[in-house]
């Protein structure tokens, strides 16, 4: 599931969120179903990752050479499918020295906080039944 559009790249960016890490910032952004099935494209469920790599980090053999890391640690962090979000990722020129490990840790624990941020929160009946502690002295 890769995020193509560059429609859905700015809205990522004018809409979403921001998670920053030492090499990567991730921008995320909960889609709805309005946003998946505009414009005629068919209706996309799970998550969509895509990577911005700018000018500025280098030439085009260091740029590409960052993608394919960065595509190659989200494909064995095994992004959550659950979530219906678009998920921009950007790196830091400090990704074409740093370990793999680090770069896959830090791609995990993104995965993890978009996961956590865009949960949908608790149905008021799971939350009242049981959780709640009788307050002493009321009977």
Do not use: C, W
């Amino acid at each position: 599931m890769r995020l193509l559009r560059h429609a859905d790249f700015e809205r990522v960016y004018k809409q979403g969120r921001r998670h920053f890490s030492a090499n990567v910032t991730v921008f995320y952004l909960k889609r709805d179903d309005l946003q998946s099935t505009g414009s005629g494209s068919a209706a996309v469920s799970g998550l969509r990752v895509g990577f911005t790599v700018s000018r500025a980090l280098g030439g085009a053999v260091e740029r590409n050479r960052m993608k394919r890391r960065l595509r190659e640690a989200v494909r064995l962090s095994h992004p959550p499918s659950k979530v219906e979000a678009d998920v921009v990722m950007n790196p830091k020129k400090s990704l074409v020295t740093a370990d793999f490990q680090a770069v896959l840790e830090e791609i995990r624990r993104a995965f993890t906080v978009v996961e956590q941020k865009l949960r949908p929160p608790a149905s008021s009946e799971e939350a009242s039944s049981g959780s709640r502690k009788p307050r002493p002295g009321i009977e």
